[in-house]
């Protein structure tokens, strides 16, 4: 039988030889006769699959992807990520190492028994040949070093290679498997049984690339090499220090217990098909089956899970060879009692279960293709009630009874309608609404909304929809619940829309009649703040920070400002010179005649040299009405801080913060704004009306969607309240927190990524937003690698340092760069600054001048960010290391 799916990606291509532009899923649907959101559901489907390519704008138009002209530019390890979320960090951190320049880091990969070290190591060598590294293309050899453990010098012989009559019994030359490796890979498992003999050898060739066979003194051999190792111990304990400090990379592979029960679901599909493959056949597992192997207790991780899947297919096809089964089929009862532990473990992960696979479905089939998992469903000829009388016999089999049974079939009644019945509804989809929403609310709602198009003549575009849907839901259970609805911007409102007020006044009384409750008229000021966004940001009307410098001397402060402006290109500081001999009342005047003259209405930063001028931006703030900050003793340092950070469009205090932490040589008591030293959270910013009730929505589906640690990351509601306040809001925030990302109804005039409430709905953003979590936890565990490398800095300072350097680069080049080149950039300048503290000198780069001839602007921007930690750290970055700085950059602009 023909999949719709299927049915529907060809009709789209026979309809898009005639239609260049795309086709909509309505017509496709008429064409077809199908449900519009079943065709819809199908086409997003078919983009994800990158089968179709969905435009943007209205309506929603989709354009078929013709398979002989899509080259596939996902490698390997992105899918093996794609499938394995919570390996996100450790994949980013080997793709940096495999890529870092010349040849690549050498790695050591730390987990219990069974996590997967030696499977990961081999992924890392796939991901090398696919992106073609130079020398890394070579063999993957593994060796156990457990094997020799007990005859050290048999080991190394095997890893080294021996020279003839090196010891008795060397009857031969004989090749090292160093050597077979060569312009490849050795995956050393076990390392820690590595004799402390065989940890200096390696040491001595991954720091020369040099190495002899066993019994040679007279000649050195040279290889090329990529070193890999894994020990389930404590490297701290187990291993030479002068080891470790050669493998800059220590990668973490988190346990199957960590990795969530998706993850564990993908693994199941995964060995599943590679036992079909192996079998060469189909093999059709019960779904009770499933939910075995995926929450019984699986102590030894993934290789126990695989043993344990390898074994019942191996039952199985063993039945179906004697003929006791017509085809290789797994059911619960043919598995161990321990697997069979997890059947009753179902009712506590049931929510995770229905996302997974629902009530209607019987059995996986597997096959070896990489799409070849079906699931199959209850024949047509079965209706709910055979459904329910299986289902009940079902859980009297595993123990449930009385009223935990009634629960379950009372939830499955629901799911059952929730998943089926609403495929008959032709009207808007608003499935995702209904799940959150009460259905005779939402029946207002769709009338409410209804009547506000009709009146005002427009459509309101989805997010808007979305939003203004969640948000009267919640404000009417407010009301039910007799709390208040406050609109302090009220008046301000309904003079600014007053066509859009009045119809949301007509709106309310809708609401009034429907649902018998009296809505405030401060709700009207909100409904007509989503009727007026629709198909506009709100945007920031934020005026630049102005850099005034004002220092002692004839031409000091001028010479610094002019000094500043050239070398940034810009004339955003100002310099006043205050000549020794002149008065300090006189030079206040002359400052306040420049900010008349000029007419200056934005924040000021001082930056003073000494003395009473400490004093002037307090007297500026009254008399002006503007806000300002000082900072005493400032230098040139200081001003290219503060001038490059307004220029970003960076706030006042933020560039008053981060201008102070050029150094720490300042007595917090002599400054007039103390700033926060403490760790900041991370946090997710939600953006809402009242406060509290949409707010509470978004954090609960961000919360049930994503994975991140509430020690480290917090979701934050902000109330909406009008245009002229929301930044001011948010500057509040940056103060507590370092801040993600946003979420909300509407697009804010903010650098950070947003995301759209109707798409946390619909799940199309989790993912991005989850790799924007998984890039910060990336760099916290990156601490522990460089508390390990690094001899004479502190790991987790010199990591928040270079942290601000990577956000200071991309915002003043205004790109993105990819996790794994984040993470190759922070171990170079970890490691860069480390060899600085040691006075070790530094390789020249070639063509050195001509390099930043062509490349200036970046040469400034790099120069300028490497100014903070020459000053912290005592060193100087030259125009070498700068140079092999700007390579990391320099294919992003």
């Not at 031409?555 to 500081?573: P, Y």
């Amino acid at each position: 039988m023909v999949k719709r799916i299927d049915l529907i990606a060809t009709k789209l291509k026979e309809l898009g030889e005639f239609n260049k532009e795309g086709v909509s899923a309505s017509y496709i649907a008429e064409e077809l006769n199908l449900n519009r959101a079943n065709v819809s559901n199908d086409l997003n489907k078919l983009v994800n699959d990158g089968k179709a390519i969905k435009t943007k704008g209205k309506p929603t138009l989709f354009i078929p992807v013709l398979e002989e002209n899509v080259v596939s530019e996902v490698s390997t390890i992105n899918k093996f990520s794609e499938l394995n979320p919570s390996l996100y960090s450790a994949i980013e951190q080997a793709k940096a190492a495999i890529l870092y320049p010349p040849n690549g880091m050498n790695m050591l990969l730390l987990g219990e028994t069974g996590v997967g070290k030696s499977t990961f190591a081999s992924l890392i060598h796939r991901y090398a040949i696919e992106m073609k590294i130079n020398n890394l293309e070579g063999p993957f050899i593994t060796f156990n070093c457990a094997d020799y453990a007990n005859n050290p010098q048999l080991l190394l012989g095997q890893l080294f290679g021996v020279k003839k009559g090196a010891y008795t019994g060397a009857e031969a030359d004989k090749v090292g498997l160093l050597e077979k490796a060569e312009g490849g890979i050795l995956f050393l498992d076990e390392v820690h049984r590595l004799p402390a003999e065989g940890q200096e050898m390696f040491f001595t060739f991954m720091d020369k690339g040099v190495y002899r066979r066993l019994g040679e003194t007279e000649s050195e051999r040279h290889g090329n090499v990529l070193i890999i190792t894994a020990t389930t111990e404590d490297p701290n304990t187990t291993l030479l220090k002068t080891f470790t400090r050669r493998i800059p990379m220590v990668i973490t592979i988190p346990t199957l217990r960590a990795r969530g029960m998706e993850e564990r679901f993908n693994l199941i599909k995964q060995f599943m098909m590679e036992e079909s493959g192996r079998l060469g056949q189909s093999i059709k597992v019960s779904i009770n089956s499933i939910k075995a192997f995926l929450f019984y207790d699986c102590e030894n991780n993934v290789g126990q899970l695989r043993a344990d899947i390898q074994l019942a297919c191996a039952k199985a096809y063993a039945d179906f060879l004697s003929n006791r089964k017509d085809e290789i089929k797994i059911s619960s009862l043919d598995l161990p009692s321990y697997i069979r532990e997890g059947l009753y473990k179902e009712i506590e992960h049931r929510k995770l279960w229905t996302k997974l696979i629902d009530i209607n479905k019987r059995y996986c089939i597997f096959n070896k293709d990489e799409q070849g998992v079906i699931f199959e469903e209850r024949t047509n000829d079965e209706n709910i009630y055979e459904m329910l009388d299986l289902r009940t016999r079902e859980l009297k089999r595993e123990g449930i009874n009385g009223i935990e049974l009634e629960a379950e079939i009372e939830r499955d009644i629901g799911d059952y309608f929730k998943k089926y019945m609403n495929d008959f509804n032709d009207k808007v989809d608003v499935t995702n609404i209904k799940n959150i929403v009460e259905d005779d609310v939402m029946k207002v709602i769709e009338e409410v909304i209804m009547f506000c198009e009709e009146e005002l003549g427009i459509k309101l575009d989805k997010k808007i929809y979305y939003g203004l849907a969640v948000h009267i839901s919640n404000s009417i259970d407010r009301m039910r619940r007799n709390r208040k609805i406050i609109n302090p911007k009220l008046n301000s409102i309904r003079e600014e829309y007053e066509k859009e007020f009045n119809v949301a006044l007509d709106a309310l009384k809708i609401i009034d009649i429907k649902l018998d409750i009296d809505m405030p008229i401060d709700e009207a000021g909100f409904i007509t703040m989503f009727l007026s966004y629709n198909y506009e940001n709100i945007k920031n009307k934020q005026n630049d920070v102005r850099v005034i410098i004002i220092a002692h001397g004839v031409s000091t402060a001028t010479s610094m400002a002019d000094a500043v402006n050239s070398l940034l290109g810009t004339k955003n500081v100002i310099g006043i010179n205050a000549p020794i001999e002149e008065k300090p009342k006189n030079i206040l005047e002359k400052t306040k005649e420049y900010i008349r003259e000029h007419e200056i209405k934005s924040d000021i930063l001082f930056l003073v040299d000494m003395g009473s001028l400490t004093t002037f931006g307090k007297e500026i703030e009254n008399l002006f009405n503007v806000k300002t900050r000082t900072i005493p003793l400032a230098s040139t340092l200081h001003a290219l801080e503060a001038t490059r950070k307004s220029m970003i469009g960076y706030s006042l205090d933020e560039i008053y913060r981060e201008t102070l932490e050029v150094n720490n040589l300042y007595d917090n008591d002599i400054l007039d704004y103390e700033p926060e030293e403490e760790e900041r959270k991370l946090a997710i910013v939600t953006v809402c009306t009242t406060g509290e009730g949409g707010a509470k929505t978004m954090k609960c589906l961000l919360e049930e969607k994503l994975t991140f640690d509430k020690n480290l990351m917090e979701i934050v509601p902000l109330n909406f309240i009008g245009k002229e306040n929301i930044y001011e809001r948010i500057e509040k925030l940056k103060r507590k927190y370092s801040l993600v990302c946003f979420a909300g109804p509407f697009e804010l005039d903010v650098n950070y990524p947003q995301f759209m409430l109707d798409d946390i709905m619909e799940g199309t953003c989790i993912n991005d937003i989850q790799k924007l979590i998984d890039v910060e936890k990336t760099y916290i565990k990156m601490e522990e690698t460089l508390e390990r490398q690094l001899k004479n800095i502190d790991g987790a300072m010199v990591l928040k340092d270079i942290k601000k350097f990577n956000i200071n680069i991309t915002e003043a080049l205004d790109v993105n760069i990819s996790t794994n080149i984040l993470i190759g950039i922070t171990f170079h300048i970890a490691c860069m600054i480390d060899r600085l503290k040691e006075k070790v000198i530094i390789d020249e780069f070639e063509g050195k001048e001509d390099y930043i001839k062509d490349n200036f602007n970046l040469y400034r921007i790099v120069k300028n960010a490497c100014a903070s930690l020459n000053t912290k750290y005592s060193i100087i970055i030259s125009d070498d290391e700068i140079c092999c700085l700007m390579n990391f950059f320099n294919n992003k602009i």
